[in-house]
């Protein structure tokens, strides 16, 4: 079929028409419909990204989820299981095709672009005070002094070292500033021949957008201002924290190469590294993998001018579109309640985001949770504007630009600035 | 659907003298005509649901600053100036080029050399196809992972092979020297299988009498290569360029888990970057712009390379 220029027209004007009638139909982001006060019943969808693999959908559906159809009979829950790197491309395609999960887990620093576009229903503030929370926690969810979701469980980023070759160098104590950590560092630095076999210090191996926020964090940087929309961490702390790492890099005692290969044992665990950037869900992964070294690996929560130790985690929240708000805010509630709360963190050996929990089993048989849930007080969280959903994808590229040498330190976090705020001005 | 036409009987008058042969053969020919567009619409309603207006939808869509949370709002082409002047995303044009260039003449070359070799009465010619076609079939993930241990600086297969020749070890996936050349020797191996077959097919169906020919008037196997075989694949030759060319644009799967565009962008796609856009960021409007300008780049390719070989006929 030869295509005529009327024919073409025709089918853009129809195409337009199209595109302009689906704009055109109301959705939830202009008009929150999640008024709980009906009945707790219905079908409702819950987005999950907890509960990973066969033992996890059995946690959930065989033991959580039929405590909470006990209470609520009338309430159908399907799950769909997902991952954080699906979790985004799951609510892009669930809300472009109005089929937005009735209840969604999200991560930290995602409630403010979430509810600045009202995809999520506000919670009432009650839910805030039920249980026992740390207030740098209960922080991620809020947006505009309101509670937007409840924290389930968190993954802190920490500092982990061989206490063992911490021995052999008799060196007594752990850093205090970063002076101190890039003395150590260098002396635990092992080289044969040329070639560096053990670098002091691995920050690389955890993603290096939350190594630098938790180095910022500790040299007293912010990231935003408290409203979300002026830039602050093209501060000199900010500049510094990068440059410390390039610094590392040049003097051997990092590596930007020698990292962490996904699915295998840390550099810690190696010996490849002899202090590195890890996640409190370490234990676990000692436990499986090295049990030998559960002895030889302490934990410290590091800073420059202050102590600081980056927050991440999973929260739950409510869909300002659910067609079912009251059965939404009832599984809100229970998977914030600290059954859920504790079977999710034993599940991923992750942190209970509910103090209460402080004192469970669970808690005092993992050093690592322990340490960190006794540290939540130094807890900070990246996030804080609701353009940060686009931010984040830029920091980790752009400041590897630094890293390799493309650019300085100065540089990189100006073209981050840059970035972050053409993103916010478009808000 | 068969269209059977009345016997004609030019003895016999016609039955009345308004059915003169013109009316009958219009009337057959609207027959033919109804009969054709009826089986042609399944398949056009299922290319315009899916292709056409998808196709439609990003490109209205693509002057709005639509994020899926909120309405679409107009906004002309600020999101083409944002994307041609984002640094990031002409990083990405220039690594689509880079990567199409590499991988789409190589394996081409690679796969005819194959497909020559396959095409004679080689032993277990079977076998070799078949290993030749596997990564071809292969899932993208299941290749990449298998890379990802091959390129693996400490515990992979490359760096242990180097090592025995005592070339000292690559770190081929963190390095911005060779994370690219990395990725493209997947894209190239990944590539040649059906090229392979594509390229063999057509030597297949290449007639016998014309190499017979030669062969009398004394060309060399050489000779009959450049002046029988390579021009006679012309056709196949275009038909493997446009689907390599616009395979290699929309490199993504192997990105994705080789090196997540990284490191410091070195390895980033056009196509990754529109991934990115869509369902990192929520910028759908701005990713309907970048996916506009990808298909401009793939036109104006197909074009240049249809006038560049005189088009899909095979005259030459």
Known sequence: MELSRRSFLTAMGLGTATVVAGCSTTNGATSPAADPTGPVAGDITFLC???????????????????FNEKYPDVNVTVDYTDY????????????????????????GWIPPFAYKNAIAPLPESLATRYTYEERVLEPSRFDGQ??????????????????????????????DWAELREIAKELTVRDGGTVTRVGFDPFSIDLRQCWETFLFGNSGELFSADGREVLFDSPEGVASLQLFLDMVADGSADFALTTEAGQPTTLQQGTSAIMMTNNSLYVQLQQQSPELVDKIGTFVLGNTTPAMLQGGTMVSQSATSKNPAAARALVEFMGSPDAVLVASEQRGSVPAILDLKDSDYVKSNPMVEFAINNLDKARSEGGTPAWMEIREKIKPTLETAIVGQQSAQQAIDQLAGIANDAIARL | MAVVSAPRDVSAPPATPSRSPAPRRRRAGAARRRAGMLMVAPAFLHALIWIGIPVIAAFVLSFTDYDVLTQP????????????????????MVNTLVYAFFTVPVAMGIALLIALMLDTQLRARALFRTAVFIPQVTATIAVALVWLWIYDPRSGLLNAVLGFFGIPAQNWLSSTTWAMPSVIAVGIWQGIGLKMLIYLAALQSLPKDVYEAASVDGASKTRQFFSITLPLLKPATFFVFVTSVISAFQAFDLIYILTDGGPANTTTMMTYEIYKSAFREFRVGYACAQSIILFVFLLLLTLANRRLNGGDSGRH
């Open chain 1, 49 to 67: 990204a907890l509960f990973e693999g066969t033992t996890g959908k059995e946690t959930l559906e065989g033991n959580l989820l039929k405590q």
């Open chain 1, 85 to 108: 790197g699906s979790l985004n491309e799951k609510i892009t395609t669930g809300l472009a095709s109005g089929l937005m999960p009735d209840v969604v887990t999200l991560g930290v």
């Open chain 1, 147 to 176: 509670l937007y979701a409840l924290p389930m469980v968190l993954d802190t980023r920490i500092v982990a070292y061989r206490k063992d070759f911490f021995e052999e160098a008799g060196i007594t104590d752990t850093p205090k």
């Open chain 2, 73 to 92: 709002r107009f906004n002309g082409i600020q999101n083409y100036v944002d994307a041609l002047s984002d640094p990031v995303f002409r990083r990405g």
